[in-house]
């Protein structure tokens, strides 16, 4: 399995294939091979900064030689005007990095400026937000770290990471009991019982099976109202976690919180977030 690392190596690798091609024939035509120059990352909008680190690394890969002043940190509140970081270096290699890495900040910082903004609906409680699956591919561990940098938490990564029995899983196996004791048993059999057992049920009666059942981990209310999410927490009393699901907007998530669930996973952090707005501009030749 590859790790985090090398996922973002193949990520750039894809990027630069994607964007430079053969070369970038303006730029190639129009700046001479020796030109150096300053760009910087300017903010035009208010929000949670994130992919300093990975830009920084995208400019370097062009030209080891750049040499960046970083005035922000990853997770930091930004300001339109705000200036996160100048690079100096070969003109070429700037432009060239320009567009992949404000696509990956724009993204980054987009993710992490929504995070924040839902998080903070739950200031005061113990409750956090969770995100899912719903990333787009091939940046699922920039998203992830982004919702990070924004004050959430990460659900599972991958299919890999827990063993998260929902309601597809539930009819397919003939039942919630069945499939609860599958997945103990496959656990044990591969020897992986660090693996965590989340179970999504749709109603209380499916929450008595499984603390009848026990073994797991996590209980998830899957499209419960606020008020039989109180109940649901009740029921459960601290003995598993809990995590609320589906149909949770901003607008009603403080109220999910107050009922008492220690997580709720929000798919709108990743799946249809907006891009905060910024760019990479020259300064200066030098």
Do not use: W
């Amino acid at each position: 399995m590859k790790t985090k690392e090398q996922l973002i190596e193949q990520l750039i690798e894809l990027a630069f294939a994607e964007d430079i091609g053969d070369g970038d024939h303006t730029t190639l035509s129009t700046i001479p091979a020796d030109a150096k120059g300053e760009a910087q990352l300017l903010i035009k909008e208010k929000g949670i900064v994130a992919g300093i680190k990975i830009a920084c690394d995208i400019l370097k890969r062009l030209d080891p030689n750049i040499i960046v002043e970083v005035y922000a940190e990853d997770g930091s509140l930004v300001h339109p005007g705000d200036i996160v970081f100048k690079a100096k270096g070969n003109i070429r290699a700037l432009l060239m990095a320009e567009r992949t890495l404000l696509n990956i900040m724009q993204r980054m910082s987009g993710v992490a400026t929504i995070t924040n903004h839902y998080q903070k609906e739950l200031e005061g409680l113990k409750t956090k937000v969770l995100d899912t699956r719903k990333t787009t591919p091939g940046m699922r561990m920039l998203e992830k770290e982004a919702v990070v940098l924004g004050g959430g938490k990460n659900h599972r990564i991958g299919l890999y990471d827990m063993i998260l029995i929902k309601d597809n899983h539930i009819d397919f196996a003939g039942g919630i009991d069945k499939a609860i004791k599958r997945a103990q048993e496959y656990r044990r059999s591969i020897g992986k019982d660090h693996l965590k057992i989340e179970v999504e049920v749709r109603n209380l009666e499916d929450i008595h099976k499984v603390l009848e059942i026990g073994g797991i981990d996590r209980i998830m209310f899957d499209n419960f109202t606020p008020d039989l999410t109180r109940e649901a927490v009740l029921l459960v009393n601290g003995i598993y976690e809990t995590e609320s699901s589906g149909g949770i907007t901003l607008s009603n998530l403080r109220d999910y919180g107050l009922a008492g669930v220690d997580f709720i996973s929000v798919g709108a952090l990743t799946h249809s977030t907006k891009g905060l707005d910024m760019s990479f501009k020259a300064v200066k030749t030098l």
